[in-house]
C-alpha cells in the first residue's frame, strides 16, 4: 500500500514538474484507440496526432532557444562575478550602482537562479523528448493499423470476386 501511494506521489510531483507540457499517453490498444469519438478514420487520427507532435516540436524549439540564452546567461554573470571578487581583492574604490556586498549577492542569486533554471529547463527538454518519442510510436502504430486494414479489406474483396 505504501508503495503505491510513494508512486502516486512521485507520478503527481512529475506532472506539476512539467506542468504545460501535455503528456502522450501511449496507445496500448489500436482498436479501442480507434472507436474512440473523433478517430473515425486513420488520417484523422493521424491528423490529430501529427498536429500534437507539431505542438511537442514547437514548445521543444521554445526551450532549446532558452536553454540556449541561460547557457550563455551563466558564464558572462561568472565572469563578472570573478571581476567583482577581483576588485574587492584589490579594495578598488570604483563608482558602481550597487554596494560590492550587494552586488556580489546579487551576482550570487542570479547565477544560482540561472543555473537552477537550466536544470529544470534539461529535465522538461528530456521529458519532451520521451513525448515526441511517444507520439511517433502512436503514430507508427496507427499507420500499420491502417496498412493491416486495408490488406485486409482487399482481401476480401478478392476472395469475394474469386
Keep these: 500500500m505504501a508503495?503505491?501511494?510513494?508512486?502516486?506521489?512521485?507520478v503527481q510531483a512529475t506532472k506539476k514538474k512539467h506542468l504545460g507540457i501535455p503528456e502522450a499517453v501511449f496507445v496500448e490498444d489500436v482498436d479501442s484507440f480507434m472507436k474512440q469519438p473523433g478517430n473515425e478514420t486513420a488520417d484523422t487520427a493521424l491528423r490529430k496526432l501529427d498536429e500534437q507532435y507539431q505542438k511537442y516540436k514547437y514548445m521543444e524549439l521554445n526551450l532549446s532557444?532558452?536553454?540556449?540564452?541561460?547557457?550563455?546567461?551563466?558564464?558572462?554573470?561568472?565572469?563578472?562575478?570573478?571581476?567583482?571578487?577581483?576588485?574587492?581583492?584589490?579594495?578598488?574604490?570604483?563608482?558602481?550602482?550597487?554596494?560590492?556586498?550587494?552586488a556580489q549577492?546579487?551576482?550570487?542569486?542570479?547565477?544560482?537562479?540561472?543555473?537552477r533554471n537550466l536544470e529544470t529547463l534539461e529535465e522538461d527538454l528530456d521529458y519532451l523528448?520521451?513525448?515526441?518519442?511517444?507520439?511517433?510510436?502512436?503514430?507508427?502504430?496507427?499507420?500499420?493499423?491502417?496498412?493491416?486494414r486495408r490488406s485486409k479489406e482487399n482481401l476480401l474483396k478478392s476472395a469475394t470476386k474469386s
Design 3 to 10: 508503495a503505491t501511494i510513494d508512486n502516486s506521489n512521485a
Design 65 to 102: 532557444q532558452k536553454k540556449l540564452r541561460l547557457k550563455n546567461q551563466i558564464p558572462q554573470i561568472t565572469q563578472t562575478l570573478e571581476i567583482l571578487r577581483h576588485m574587492q581583492k584589490k579594495k578598488a574604490n570604483v563608482m558602481l550602482e550597487y554596494d560590492i556586498n550587494e
Design 105 to 115: 549577492a546579487l551576482l550570487e542569486k542570479n547565477l544560482s537562479t540561472a543555473s
Design 129 to 148: 523528448r520521451d513525448q515526441c518519442t511517444t507520439t511517433e510510436v502512436n503514430m507508427a502504430r496507427v499507420y500499420n493499423w491502417d496498412v493491416k
